[in-house]
T-cell receptor
Framework: AQKITQTQPGMFVQEKEAVTLDCTYD???????LFWYKQPSSGEMIFLIY??????QNATEGRYSLNFQKARKSANLVISASQLGDSAMYFC??????????????FGKGTHLIIQP | NAGVMQNPRHLVRRRGQEARLRCSPV?????VYWYRQLPEEGLKFMVY????????ESGMPKERFSAEFPKEGPSILRIQQVVRGDSAAYFC????????????????FGPGTRLTVL
């Protein structure tokens, strides 16, 4: 079964600083996908970034990048130049092929990020 | 270009009543997923459906919960005889056909339905 671990329940960061949100995963699959979602206080789930297990380069999307270390089974999200609007819950997720359905995602418990002015 | 639509956004039920949650996927998407988010938790996969078929329901509670995705109309998640522990946010996501995806598990999430059981 897949498992996602996010060890930071909450983080406070000064505006304009870079932020790293930790995510480790466990899977026996050779092929898998890793995702990060943002959930603001309004509740919707906003897709941020995706990394395939066979992608050779770390994924980047604007201010978001994914620090993928396959041997360590980690997929940390890096937000550069944080903004007040980045305050939200952040969830790491992966594609499950067992215990989560062939296409269902397995989510971590999330990190509550608060950006301070 | 409408995204995934869910209604109602908020639903209040008394214990023992039925809850019906609706999900209209993005136009052209034939794959639908339902997830449940308990307070202070991440989302948990419940069921994966394609038109008229349940593909994987490994995350569905064995009793009182059912889901369908008919040929016409929205996908429905039905909870019979609700209990307080069913209070949660229920999210629907949809995916385009495989050939149209940017990556294998691309899913578009709806805004969720917040169910409160009194």
């Amino acid at each position: 079964a897949q498992k996602i671990t996010q060890t930071q329940p909450g983080m406070f960061v000064q505006e304009k600083e870079a932020v790293t949100l930790d995510c480790t995963y466990d899977t026996s699959d050779q092929s898998y996908g890793l995702f990060w979602y943002k959930q603001p206080s309004s509740g919707e789930m906003i897709f941020l970034i995706y990394q395939g297990s066979y992608d050779e380069q770390n994924a980047t999307e604007g201010r978001y990048s994914l620090n993928f270390q396959k041997a360590r089974k980690s997929a940390n999200l890096v937000i550069s130049a944080s903004q007040l609007g980045d305050s939200a819950m952040y969830f790491c997720a992966m594609r499950g092929t067992s215990g989560g359905g062939a296409d269902g995602l397995t989510f971590g418990k999330g990190t509550h990020l608060i950006i301070q002015p | 270009n409408a995204g995934v639509m869910q209604n109602p956004r908020h639903l209040v039920r008394r214990r023992g009543q039925e809850a019906r949650l609706r999900c209209s996927p993005v136009k052209g998407h034939s794959h639908v997923y339902w997830y449940r988010q308990l307070p202070e938790e991440g989302l948990k996969f419940m069921v994966y459906l394609q038109k008229e078929n349940i593909i994987d329901e490994s995350g569905m509670p064995k009793e009182r919960f059912s889901a369908e995705f008919p040929k016409e109309g929205p996908s429905i998640l039905r909870i019979q005889q609700v209990v307080r522990g069913d209070s949660a946010a229920y999210f629907c996501a949809s995916s385009p056909p495989l050939a149209d995806r940017r990556f294998y598990n691309e899913q578009f999430f709806g805004p969720g339905t917040r169910l409160t059981v009194l």
